[in-house]
């Protein structure tokens, strides 16, 4: 069996409690060594094998998980954050869906929620945003011709890119013609939830400068949008005046 875990953003008390219990039982693990925080290999097992899948290919990490459930061991691929999210995984089932190898997914807290823990910030503000817009910069990874930066910007709501921090000057430019203006509110978040974590607010047309000043190349979230600044409504979830199934309206 295969356990494909989330490890959360990084702090190795991010991690759920079931992808926990999973890597302490695993025979094998097999990590993202330059993501995943090594302090989570703690807890294994004595005798478990750990391979770091950086310098490794599809067809190797396969041919590990096949090694090891031909020999009735039990495989944990522990990817960072939340493995939907950018994690290569369709890939990974699908071969072992040709080989007929079982396989379970267990979810792990996606780091563009702890980048928003990191800003002390909610993406969701009534009157100003009640959209996420999860992408990334097309790169050497292209994206699809509808979902190029400026198009997404277009929508003028709460933006959180991945694996676009090496290509700010590009995700400027790509912001601005879609619509945010040079002075927007952005925020550059570091290795969100890391020790050595970092946080740099900034604007859009200054993101790009941002990250140079602060030595920031990779591993890092860029965040844009109105949820940044300090203009909201108060919700109606909670407003005295507003009625719903659980309470009523007291003024």
Same mark, same amino acid.
């Given at each position: 069996?295969?356990? $494909? ?5 990084? @702090? ?30 703690? *807890?294994? /097992? ?13 067809? #190797? ?50 780091? $563009?929620?702890?980048?928003?823990? @990191?800003?002390?910030?909610?993406? +969701? ?20 011709? %509808?979902? @190029? ?8 709501? +709460? ?6 921090? *090496? ?18 509110? @952005?925020?550059?978040?570091? /290795? ?5 974590? /970092? ?25 844009? *949008? %109105? $949820?940044?600044?300090?203009?909201? #409504?108060?919700? /109606?979830?909670?407003?005295?005046? $507003?009625?719903?199934?659980?309470? #009523?309206?007291?003024?």
């Amino acid at each position: 069996m295969v356990h $494909f875990v989330g490890a959360g953003p990084g @702090a190795a008390d991010l991690i759920t409690l079931r992808g926990a219990r999973l890597l302490s039982e695993a025979d094998v693990i097999i990590y993202a060594g330059s993501l995943v925080n090594p302090a989570l290999l703690e *807890g294994r /097992k004595e005798g478990c094998a750990v391979y770091d899948s950086a310098s490794m290919t599809l067809e #190797e990490v396969i041919a590990v998980m096949e090694k090891a459930e031909a020999e009735g061991r039990t495989t944990v691929r522990l990817h960072t954050g939340d493995p939907s999210l950018y994690g290569a995984i369709r890939e990974q089932m699908d071969l072992l869906d040709e080989r007929g190898i079982g396989y379970d997914v267990t979810p792990g807290v996606s780091s $563009f929620s702890g980048a928003a823990a @990191a800003l002390e910030a909610e993406y +969701t503000l009534p009157d100003v945003s009640q959209s996420v817009i999860i992408t990334r910069m097309a790169g050497r990874t292209p994206v699809p011709e %509808g979902e @190029a930066l400026s198009k997404m910007a277009s929508h003028g709501c +709460t933006m959180v890119l991945f694996l676009s921090t *090496g290509l700010l000057e590009e995700v400027e430019r790509e912001l601005m013609a879609g619509g945010y203006a040079p002075d927007a509110p @952005a925020a550059i978040v570091y /290795k969100a939830t890391w020790p050595d974590q /970092k946080v740099c607010r900034c604007t859009v047309a200054t993101l790009a400068r941002t990250a140079r000043e602060h030595q920031i190349s990779k591993t890092a979230l860029i965040t844009v *949008g %109105g $949820f940044l600044g300090d203009r909201y #409504e108060r919700s /109606k979830l909670y407003d005295p005046s $507003f009625a719903h199934g659980y309470r #009523e309206a007291s003024k």
